[in-house]
């Protein structure tokens, strides 16, 4: 099947799997995540040596989240498995199925204390335009519809970030939505992985300083 085929029914499939997804996790954060991707994808091939794989980096960015751990009880085998079923009916090559399982398995690596287990360029590239979605404007909207979703404080100065909970605690933490900019959305910045992505990431770093700053204002009433 031609790339471009295999691309539009990735994109027929993926939509209708997130019909009922929650707004963060939705078709539209899979398209801005498709798009950065393929953004990062053009800045960064002039510097390497091999040039990225775009099949690989499209099907990893519209896959990514098609079965979020997070929305399924933590069994993080899930979404691997579906995009196998889903990319062999396509017959599309054994190894960029492996290597978009990766991507899956892989993208919310989040750094620091343990090993990354696989690394590419393609992952590389796939995980920055996600950490991007997360950050900004956008990454403000999300953070609050999230804890909306959870039912989770705005804000409370009783209760400070935590910079030291473990994976599973984080997960459980019920702590309010202005804490999450503290325990993940300033330090993506620092994370990322290519140089094109970092430059698209300080603007939106910049930008949820901003908001921090006037929320702080305004809720001091200044
Ligand atoms: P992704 O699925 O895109 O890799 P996550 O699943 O970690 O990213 O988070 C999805 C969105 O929900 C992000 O915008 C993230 O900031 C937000 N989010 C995740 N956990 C929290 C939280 N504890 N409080 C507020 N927002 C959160
Ligand atoms: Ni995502």
């Known amino acids: 099947m031609e790339e471009n085929n295999i691309i539009n029914q990735t994109i027929a499939h993926v939509k209708s799997c997130l019909a009922e997804a929650e707004a963060g996790h939705d078709w539209f954060h899979i398209e801005r995540v498709w798009k950065n ?12 040596e ?21 929305f399924h009880g933590g069994d993080e085998s899930i979404g691997p498995a ?4 889903f990319l062999s009916s ?4 054994e190894e960029v199925i492996r290597h978009v399982e990766q991507i899956i398995t892989h993208i919310s690596f989040k750094g620091g204390k343990e090993m990354a287990a696989f690394e590419s360029v393609e992952l590389n590239i796939v995980q920055d335009a996600d950490r991007l979605d997360a950050i900004g404007a956008i990454g403000i909207a999300r953070a609050f519809h999230y804890g909306g979703f959870r ?3 705005i804000y409370d100065p009783a209760i400070p970030p935590n910079l030291n909970m473990t994976k599973e605690e984080y997960k459980k933490s019920n702590a309010p939505t202005i804490n999450h900019f503290y325990e993940k ?7 990322m992985n290519t140089s094109a992505g970092k430059e698209m990431a ?5 930008f949820m300083e901003q908001f921090i700053e006037q929320f702080y204002k305004e809720w001091e009433a200044r």
């Open 202 to 206: 300080a603007e939106r770093h910049h």
């Open 151 to 153: 039912n989770r404080k």
């Open 90 to 93: 396509l017959q599309v090559e």
């Open 50 to 70: 091999k040039t990225p794989d775009l099949l690989i980096i499209e099907l990893g960015a519209l896959l990514h989240d098609i079965a979020d751990s997070k």
């Open 37 to 48: 991707s393929r953004e990062i994808a053009r800045q960064e091939t002039a510097g390497l």
């Open 82 to 85: 579906k995009a196998r079923e």
């Open 185 to 191: 959305l300033f330090l993506l910045m620092n994370r």
